[in-house]
């Protein structure tokens, strides 16, 4: 993860990060490519998965995002309706959390790291039936990747969707009881060294060992290279193979290469 980046002051004009500027012209073009593309949407061709995901969000629920905050932050994923359809259907923007759920059917889940809570909205969305365990150490959206973010709530995604099997935890990960029966866990938190070292331990000690279980992360890359080589030498020491699904890795009970993921039948 690279650095923090927090606005700073010169004379009375707060100058802000260029990264952020460049972020609201995606966000905007974005917006108008997906707002075009939806006019000719119909709902065929969807891989199973995407058909499901969809129809757990009901476009009459949708919350969608005032304007300024979606253009000022990396929120414009789920900024509309028709931006969360596109980034789903053209973007296989949340095929991971979407086909590890519905691949392994949690009844608890823990999220190491929430920020605005679009994994953690899915995750509620998508697991139904199951309590969605998200920890945090912030109370408010941390600056991260260079990007500075406004000042809400953290998990605010999900609590404006006013979902209602979430469980949000403001305390740093190593302090939240993880009581040994954890049927998916997704390590997004700390991504330096002891932190993510802990993270990834704990996850392990605490899986549901009597049922079916799996634990990924993101930003599995040699560019976080505390992430990525205790990843490695996790799951040498532990002996399961780690596999992928686009941008997160996993390990679980099941081995299930990427292609038969992206095709599940029978959702
Ligand atoms: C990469 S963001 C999480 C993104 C989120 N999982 C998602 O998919 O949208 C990382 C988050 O981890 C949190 N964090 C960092 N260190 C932590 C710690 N020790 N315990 C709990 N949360 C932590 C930060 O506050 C930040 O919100």
Redesign the pocket.
């Given at each position: 993860?690279a650095g923090q980046c927090r606005p700073f002051k010169k004379g009375n004009i707060m100058v802000i990060n260029r990264s952020v500027l460049g972020e609201h012209t995606i966000s905007d073009s974005e917006q108008r490519q997906a707002d075009k593309w939806m006019e000719h949407f119909d709902g065929s061709e969807l891989m199973d998965w995407q058909r499901y995901v969809l129809s757990c969000f009901p476009k009459e629920e949708f919350y969608e995002l005032p304007e300024d905050i979606y253009r000022l932050s990396a929120m414009h994923k789920y900024s509309t309706y028709n931006k969360f359809v596109w980034d789903t259907v053209v973007r296989n923007g949340c095929i991971a959390s979407a086909t590890l759920s519905l691949a392994f059917k949690p009844k608890v889940v823990v999220?190491?790291?929430?920020?605005?809570?679009?994994?953690t909205l899915l995750l509620c969305k998508i697991n139904k039936n199951a309590r969605i365990h998200a920890?945090?150490?912030?109370s408010i959206?941390?600056d991260?990747a260079n990007v500075m973010y406004p000042r809400l709530p953290?998990c605010y995604v999900p609590l404006m969707h006013n979902v209602k099997n979430l469980s949000l935890h403001i305390m740093?990960?190593?302090m939240f009881d993880m009581f040994g029966k954890v049927d998916l866990c997704?390590v997004?938190?700390?991504h330096f060294n002891s932190?993510v070292e802990w993270d990834t331990w704990r996850a392990w000690a605490n899986r549901n060992k009597e049922g079916d279980w799996c634990i990924a992360w993101?930003d599995y890359h040699p560019n976080n290279p505390d992430v990525y080589n205790i990843v490695n030498d996790f799951v040498k020491e532990v002996g399961y193979p780690l596999q992928k699904i686009v941008s997160w890795v996993w390990i679980g009970n099941k081995e299930i290469s990427e292609n038969d993921l992206i095709n599940l039948k029978g959702i």
């Amino acid at each position: 993860m690279a650095g923090q980046c927090r606005p700073f002051k010169k004379g009375n004009i707060m100058v802000i990060n260029r990264s952020v500027l460049g972020e609201h012209t995606i966000s905007d073009s974005e917006q108008r490519q997906a707002d075009k593309w939806m006019e000719h949407f119909d709902g065929s061709e969807l891989m199973d998965w995407q058909r499901y995901v969809l129809s757990c969000f009901p476009k009459e629920e949708f919350y969608e995002l005032p304007e300024d905050i979606y253009r000022l932050s990396a929120m414009h994923k789920y900024s509309t309706y028709n931006k969360f359809v596109w980034d789903t259907v053209v973007r296989n923007g949340c095929i991971a959390s979407a086909t590890l759920s519905l691949a392994f059917k949690p009844k608890v889940v823990v999220e190491f790291g929430v920020h605005g809570g679009f994994t953690t909205l899915l995750l509620c969305k998508i697991n139904k039936n199951a309590r969605i365990h998200a920890v945090d150490n912030s109370s408010i959206l941390a600056d991260y990747a260079n990007v500075m973010y406004p000042r809400l709530p953290t998990c605010y995604v999900p609590l404006m969707h006013n979902v209602k099997n979430l469980s949000l935890h403001i305390m740093d990960s190593y302090m939240f009881d993880m009581f040994g029966k954890v049927d998916l866990c997704f390590v997004d938190g700390d991504h330096f060294n002891s932190g993510v070292e802990w993270d990834t331990w704990r996850a392990w000690a605490n899986r549901n060992k009597e049922g079916d279980w799996c634990i990924a992360w993101d930003d599995y890359h040699p560019n976080n290279p505390d992430v990525y080589n205790i990843v490695n030498d996790f799951v040498k020491e532990v002996g399961y193979p780690l596999q992928k699904i686009v941008s997160w890795v996993w390990i679980g009970n099941k081995e299930i290469s990427e292609n038969d993921l992206i095709n599940l039948k029978g959702i």
